[in-house]
Each structure stands twice: as structure tokens, then as C-alpha cells.
């Protein structure tokens, strides 16, 4: 587990379409999106409510049906869900009866891996994210943010190319959130594999990221695809960072621009 994940995980997107709904009431979540992400690299996507975060999120796991366009995983198109694609949602999705080792484990254990190797692949997946105390504790016996930091642990005993998180520390506190960050930078640093992470927080965006793609209200599309070039590994001071406050600020602009674009966009009009 703390050696890179087996594959890449190149992301490329072209003239993405996708429609929501049937008949009259069908209408375009996101249009024409283009999108490089490149393996390894920690991209967040921020856009105002409805503009289509989920949705691309959801093409990307491979649970929803292009309208036209494509989505390519190192040159493979991408047709269905997959565990090379891990998707880590707001709630966690841990069965509250199994204790936490084999929550993790359940992943390996339906694919047929003895018990023997699937428990020390939990184990250290478990080591990843700094649980390996907690394996026998149940869900319920576990913070929010533990139990979030489990579902990450089941989704990277896969060793996913690519880890989809929306939202994922959304129902957090404040301080719970920020030890969420750092702890993801920590893991994600010793995996190494691509993140696309959906948040409507731009302070955990420019945190996190390598870049931040910003997106249209309704039908979502790319706006903006902003570098976010400070080194890591990064401290939570740099939030006060003066360079980190303007950055903030430009998103700020791009979103607040398109929130009052939505406000005077009816329903289902493009």
C-alpha cells in the first residue's frame, strides 16, 4: 500500500455532454467540457449548487451515460463503474456491523483474496490514514471524521488509479476538516494517486490542490483551470499567506460572478 498505485491514472475529457431527466423535463447538467488531469496530480473542482460537480464526479466513477463526448482513463474509455475508480461520497457507506479491519477488507474479500493477505492489506491501508489502533472498532464507535478517514482506507485497498471524493468532509467541523486535510495530503503523498476532489469550500481547494478547475452555473462548464503552485508538504498557515488570500480571492470573483448568473437563469434554460 505505501508504494504507487499500478497505473498512471491520465484523465483526459472532451466535449463532455450530459443530460439529466426524461422527456420535456430533460435538460443539460454539464456541456462541452475539455479536461486534462494528469496522473498523480490533486485537481478540486469548484462551481456554484447545481452546476453539474456531482454529476461529472459521476460520469468519472462511470455511473452515468454520456449525451456526447468522452472520457478517457490512460487511453481507455471510460464505459462503466470500476475499483480502479474509488468514489468517496459526504457519508460514509461502512456496514455498521463489521469492525472497521473488515469493513476495509471487504473490498479484496468479494473479489476471492485469502483472509490471511486481505487483513494485511487493511492493515496497511488502515497505517495510511492513521486508524491502525481502531481495527476493531465498529462505525458507530468512531468519530465523523474516522469514519470518513475509513471509507478512504476501503477505497484505497484497491489501489485505485483514480480517487473521486464529493464533497467528502462536507458535514465536518471546522477542526475536524482541517485534520481531514493534512491527513489526505499525508496519504495521498505516499500513494500518489490522481485526485479529483469536489468541494464548495475554496479555502480546502487551494489547500489541497495542484489546481483548481472552476465551473459555470448551469449547464456546467469549465471557466477557469487555476495553478495552485505553493510547495508541499503544506501547513495551515498558509491560509494567512498573502499570495493564498489573493488566490481565494480570484475564485471568489469567478464563483460570486456565476452565482448571480444563476439567480436570473430559469429552471432547465441553458
Known amino acids: 500500500m505505501n ?13 463532455l455532454r450530459i443530460r439529466l431527466g426524461e422527456g420535456g423535463q430533460a435538460f443539460d447538467a454539464i456541456r462541452d467540457i475539455d479536461l486534462e488531469i494528469a496522473a498523480g496530480s490533486f485537481v478540486c473542482v469548484l462551481g456554484p449548487s447545481g452546476c453539474g460537480k ?12 454520456k449525451a456526447s463526448g468522452e472520457i478517457l482513463l490512460d487511453g481507455a474509455p471510460i464505459d462503466g463503474p470500476h475499483p480502479d475508480r474509488g468514489l468517496v461520497f459526504q457519508q460514509h457507506t461502512l456496514f455498521p456491523w463489521l469492525r472497521l479491519l473488515d469493513n476495509v477488507a471487504f473490498g479484496p474479500k468479494m473479489r476471492g483474496l485469502g483472509k490471511t493477505e ?20 465498529y462505525p458507530a464507535q468512531l468519530s465523523g471524521g474516522m469514519q470518513q478517514r475509513g471509507e478512504i482506507a476501503r477505497v484505497l485497498i484497491n489501489r485505485p488509479r ?19 486535510q493534512g491527513q489526505l495530503l499525508s496519504a495521498w503523498n505516499q500513494v500518489r494517486t490522481t485526485v479529483v476532489f469536489v468541494t464548495h469550500d475554496i479555502d480546502e481547494a ?15 462548464r469549465v471557466i477557469a483551470d487555476l495553478p495552485v503552485t ?41
Open 3 to 15: 508504494t504507487p498505485v499500478d497505473k498512471p491514472g491520465h484523465i483526459s475529457i472532451r466535449g
Open 54 to 65: 456531482s454529476t461529472l464526479l459521476g460520469a468519472l466513477a462511470g455511473h452515468l451515460s
Open 118 to 137: 486481505r487483513r494485511a492489506q487493511a492493515i496497511e491501508a488502515l497505517n495510511l490514514v492513521g486508524l491502525r489502533e481502531f481495527a476493531d472498532y
Open 162 to 180: 483514480v480517487l473521486l471524493m464529493d464533497e467528502p468532509y462536507g458535514a465536518l467541523d471546522a477542526q475536524t476538516r482541517a485534520q481531514m
Open 206 to 220: 487551494i489547500f489541497l490542490a495542484d489546481r483548481v478547475v472552476v465551473m459555470s452555473a448551469r449547464p456546467g
Open 230 to 270: 505553493f510547495e508541499r508538504p503544506r501547513a495551515p498557515d498558509l491560509v494567512t499567506d498573502p499570495a493564498f488570500i489573493a488566490q481565494k480571492r480570484q475564485c471568489l470573483d469567478l464563483l460570486s460572478a456565476q452565482t448571480s448568473l444563476d439567480r436570473l437563469t430559469p429552471l432547465g434554460v441553458p
